[in-house]
């Protein structure tokens, strides 16, 4: 640096600076520090800390003598490791985090991480000023002389008086921003005619270090807007510094439950395990000699609840909540003057049939996807059509048009939500406050062509339906590929991303894609699933996001922002390179006020899935998921190596023999079982690595390995290597033969896809299978809870169809329990953690349930006709059991609300309809895996009807006969029939009878509540149950209760005389 034609310049570290003078330099005198405490990179000072009053140690192993710069930049830009020992670095308190950092134990000091940043905002380097150390500034003595040098204020700070003034440096006080003359601390002479590096300046370290300080000084400057006319003051102004820190910080955080619930939560849980064993105790030790039968049938059923509960209740031991930043995440890859550096997203949007799944909904779906919240560049849609019907292919065509007005109108006003159906059926005034009329005019208009939008909808329905004699054509003339649906070529169309459409306001619109795959005679297509992952590969030719979003054609994106609350997550610097995808809730739209059906299912969303995200993440559930497009195609999650650590260096290494081979023995088994994990992995050996920071590359693999793994596309297998997730857009007619090639219905022949690639086959319900895979890949899983709600869709409020949606569910995890990813035995020794595991278990187990709880709710009609009970005669200690039991299972309840947030009246419906469901769907769904896995009877996919009738709630009563009805209806008469048998009884008998009758009541009490909203679902709005449910269901009940009465199978039976004592005195 020039010091104002003083004929000498000035270079400096951060603690001592060198003058050079060029005149006399050997005039000059020198002073070197310690030998000891000089950094062996750079040649610097090692800093004093100033709470432990001693010297920064970088490595606590070998006390390598680092500095605090240097020890930095080996963190985040080197190897992490020690120069000499070579042992990873551990983070000290106040240092950025790195990647490997989560995994050390240790106090978390996120208020102190980022302290240094805002308190050394004086050290920022500017083009008028020499950064000093804070130290230095504080220890001088301000002398009262100044002088005025071109118009300058220059002050003198004298601390030594050896050195002549005229060779003080001149520097700007960090605090005041005036010019002053700095007599260094400590100063030598440097000969120009040697090399610099000699002295530790100019050296490649050194260097290294100084442009690593440059780019992190950079990325703490934040530009104003107008970047002119700024002057010093602006420059030391403070409001930009907190934002700059805060942009370093992490993008989300977990939240604990408060001790003050948890921890009674657990306790509770701990005591019903005790009094379930002295439960079962008594139980089994004080059997029903005159009804052995019944005693043991209830023991058993008892036992198996016992086990379910268990199952479902310990991957709830730790649950947690999370939130999201988002002003951070602008902060880190939005910044101002520059293009977004988000990363770009793929929407996969599903359907079937255009007559179930009706156009408008796919509509709104669609919209709400167009008009989110994030760089229009980095949005593109795909609609899997895998019923290739022309009607849909319409529909998204007007979508499209209309498009062009609603994606301006949402962005200009930032309405929520951005599904028109949806925003115009809100129930708000939207009058009611001070609204700006250029607003209300545009609103109106625009509800104005959205009902036309939706006239031209229903038209296009109107006219599919009568089928043209010479089949489907384009407007074009040409034939349309999909008039024979289960025998078609392949389609891929893109309606919207080129520059040619462009909405009303000038912008482009985000890429909108319809695809439709090859569908031939002979093929299994593997429904869904299949559909999915012919979407993973046309997207990953067209686009190449990153990562994928998948949901149904009916959940419209109901939180603008619900991409962004996934980035925070997976775009995590630290923490999101091991997550897989991030799961949000399902909420739906359209449901009665009591939800007579648990279709909210809040007990599962808000309690459970809040429990597995404490453990390794929540299960994968159909829709509403961001995937990272690196675990789909079933690479390992990334694991951070550690290298081994030494012993200290302040004892002798004999003096370690003593606890050396233990800790040898220790580390070699951890080393094997490590080694163990990675071979056991069923996944094939990844092939490529991902990008991880700091993080050597795997070289590629064979040509052959990716074929076999990925199939034979070349532009498939070179998307897979891209790093950035960049598809080639330029040639679009090249790519959309590519797009067809990978849509061939034999692309996945002799391939990976389905069984380690894309989303797994084997299942009616490929979520579970899909998500259990990538667990056991050793990756995580995030639970999303926005406070608006991300998603929305619409459930079916009919009894019936209501039925078959469970009934699906449960077939899906009858098949994969009867298949070889059953987590029972598959996937140990892999990434897959124990509760986790459980959880697992639990969700293919729960519909053999069915079969005990259908017995145990018949059991009560059968003690009623029969005058036998199934419980011994009571005493005290049964007595305090079943009270304690009783006790313990509201108290556990009534905690997991508490800290679940879940109301009564949602857990009593939930409730209400376990019951419903596992007399009814399970048991037919287990009787259809049976048959399907060990009879080969396949059976029929049933789409779940979506949409309603113009009557609110229509669907709600309206009856539709199914074989499901009839169990339920069945038990329901049973216990009527028992209760009305036993009450007679009573009164027949007299007072004596009606101790007995009243624990019989109360467990056919007990099924009768739980059945009541199956009893008003049959019923209707008619007043009356169907005549077929009553005759069947009557019949039944009949037969069982004659049988009962006839045979009494549990009564003890007596053959030949019975001998009674007389009462007289024979002798």
Request: glycine content about 6%; proline content about 5%.
């Amino acid at each position: 640096m020039d010091a104002g034609g003083l004929g000498f310049l000035v270079a400096g570290s951060r603690r001592e600076f060198v003058v050079l003078n060029v005149d006399d330099f050997s005039k000059q005198g020198s002073s070197q520090g310690c030998p000891d405490y000089i950094c062996q990179i750079c040649e610097d000072d090692i800093d004093i800390l100033q709470e432990e009053n001693e010297y920064f140690v970088a490595c606590n192993d070998c006390a390598f003598p680092v500095c605090r710069t240097c020890y930095e930049y080996e963190r985040q830009e080197g190897t992490q490791a020690c120069p000499r020992c070579k042992t990873r670095y551990k983070r000290h308190k106040g240092s950025p985090r790195v990647h490997g950092d989560e995994e050390e134990e240790g106090s978390d000091d996120i208020e102190s991480e980022f302290a240094s940043s805002i308190a050394g905002r004086s050290n920022i380097v500017h083009p008028y000023r020499v950064s000093v150390a804070e130290s230095s500034i504080n220890s001088w003595d301000i002398d009262s002389v100044s002088i005025t040098n071109s118009g300058t204020s220059v002050h003198f700070y004298e601390e030594h008086v050896g050195t002549p003034t005229n060779h003080h440096a001149l520097v700007v006080h960090p605090n005041t921003g005036e010019i002053v003359r700095y007599n260094p601390l400590q100063t030598r002479p440097i000969n120009p005619n040697r090399d610099l590096a000699l002295y530790g300046y100019g050296s490649v370290a050194w260097k290294n270090r100084v442009e690593w300080k440059r780019k992190q000084q950079h990325k703490m400057q934040k530009v104003s807007s107008d970047g002119e006319g700024s002057d010093l003051n602006d420059f030391d102004s403070d409001r930009d510094i907190p934002r700059c820190a805060e942009s370093k910080q992490q993008l989300s955080r977990k939240l604990p439950i408060p001790s003050s619930k948890i921890n009674p939560y657990r306790i509770v849980i701990s005591l019903r395990l005790a009094i379930l064993a002295l439960f079962f105790h008594y139980r089994i030790l004080n059997p029903v000699h005159d009804a052995h039968w019944l005693w043991l049938t209830s023991v058993i059923c008892e036992i198996w609840f016992a086990f379910s509960w268990i199952l479902d209740q310990f991957p709830k031991w730790h649950p947690i909540q999370r939130e999201t930043y988002l002003d951070r995440l602008s902060l880190r890859y939005e910044k101002e003057g520059k293009p977004p550096e988000l990363a770009p997203i793929d929407v996969f949007v599903s359907t079937v049939d255009p007559m179930k799944e009706h156009p408008l909904i796919i509509a709104n779906t669609v919209l709400s996807i167009l008009a989110v919240d994030y760089p229009v560049d980095k949005v593109c849609c795909y609609v899997s059509d895998d019923g290739a019907a022309m009607l849909t292919f319409e529909a998204l065509t007007e979508t499209c048009l209309f498009a062009q007005k609603w994606v301006p109108f949402c962005k200009k006003h930032k309405i929520e939500p951005r599904a028109p159906e949806w925003y115009f059926a809100k129930k708000i005034d939207y009058l009611r406050e001070k609204v700006h009329p250029e607003f209300v005019r545009e609103r109106r208009a625009m509800k104005r062509e959205y009902e036309e939008f939706k006239v031209r909808i229903n038209a296009v329905v109107a006219n599919s339906r009568k089928v043209p004699e010479g089949r489907w054509s384009l407007p074009e003339g040409a034939p349309w590929h999909g008039n024979n649906v289960r025998d078609h070529a392949g389609m891929v169309q893109v309606i919207t991303g080129h520059d040619c459409v462009l909405d009303d306001a000038g912008n482009k619109l985000p890429w909108l894609v319809y695809v439709s795959r090859e569908k031939r005679p002979g093929y299994d297509h593997h429904k869904k699933a299949g559909a999915l992952n012919a979407l993973l590969r046309t997207s990953a030719i067209l686009s190449n996001a990153p990562f994928v979003l998948n949901v149904d054609c009916d959940h419209y994106m109901n939180n603008s922002k619900a991409l962004r609350e996934a980035m925070c997550f997976l775009m995590d610097p630290v923490l999101g390179e091991k997550i897989c995808y991030v799961q949000f809730p399902q909420r739906f739209d359209g449901i009665d006020q009591h939800d007579r059906y648990s279709n909210h299912n809040v007990v599962f969303f808000d309690i459970n899935m809040k429990g597995l995200d404490g453990i390794q993440g929540p299960i994968y559930v159909g829709t509403g998921c961001v995937f990272r497009r690196h675990a789909l195609y079933g690479y390992d999650a990334p694991t951070a190596t550690k290298p081994p650590s030494k012993t200290c260096n302040c004892w002798p290494k004999s003096c370690c023999l003593c606890c050396g081979s233990k800790r040898k023995c220790s580390k070699a088994k951890k080393k094997q079982e490590h080694q163990k994990k990675v071979k056991c992995r069923d996944a094939f050996k990844q092939v490529h690595a991902l990008e991880v920071a700091g993080r050597e590359t795997a070289p590629p693999a064979p040509q052959e390995k990716f074929e076999k793994r990925f199939g034979q596309s070349d532009a498939f297998l070179a998307s897979t290597l891209q790093d950035n997730g960049e598809g080639c857009r330029f040639d679009m007619l090249k790519s959309l033969d590519d797009c067809i090639h990978v849509l061939s219905c034999g692309y996945e022949n002799k391939t990976q896809w389905g069984k380690e690639v894309g989303w797994i086959y084997g299942s009616v319900t490929e979520d579970i299978l899909t998500g259990f895979k990538m667990h056991c890949h050793g990756w995580q899983s995030v639970y999303c809870m926005p406070k608006r709600p991300a998603f929305k869709g619409s459930a079916p409020i009919n009894l019936t169809d209501r039925l078959h949606q469970v009934l699906r569910w449960a077939l899906g995890s009858v098949e994969i329990f009867l298949s070889k990813h059953c987590p029972i035995w598959y996937g140990y020794r892999c990434g897959l953690k124990p509760l986790e595991r459980l959880s697992y278990i639990n969700s293919v187990i729960y519909p053999w349930t069915s079969i005990p709880l259908l017995i145990y709710c018949a059991l009560p009609a059968f003690c009623l006709l029969s005058g036998k009970f199934m419980v011994p005669e009571m005493n005290i200690y049964s007595s305090i059991l079943f009270i304690a039991l009783f006790v313990s299972i509201a108290a556990t309840s009534i905690l997991e609300m508490q800290w679940g947030g879940v109301g009564i009246n949602d857990w009593w419906r939930n409730e209400q309809f376990w019951v419903i469901g596992g007399v009814s769907s399970h048991l037919f769904a287990l009787c259809q895996g049976l048959l399907k896995v060990l009879g080969g009877v396949n059976t029929k996919f049933r789409v779940t009807l979506k949409g309603g009738d113009t009557d609110e709630f229509s669907e709600l009563y309206e009856f539709k006969w199914t074989w499901l009805l009839v169990p339920p209806m069945t038990l329901l008469l049973l216990n009527v029939v028992g209760v009305l048998a036993g009450v007679s009884k009573a009164i027949t008998d007299g007072y004596e009878a009606w101790g007995p009758l009243l624990g019989k009541l109360f467990f056919s009490f007990w099924v009768i509540l739980h059945l009541h909203p199956f009893l008003k679902g049959v019923i209707g709005k008619q007043n009356r149950v169907p005549t077929i449910v009553v005759v069947l269901s009557v019949l039944l009940a009949s037969i069982f209760s004659l049988l009962w009465v006839r045979v009494s199978p549990f009564a003890t039976k007596f053959d030949g005389l019975v001998l009674e004592v007389c009462g007289l005195e024979c002798e």
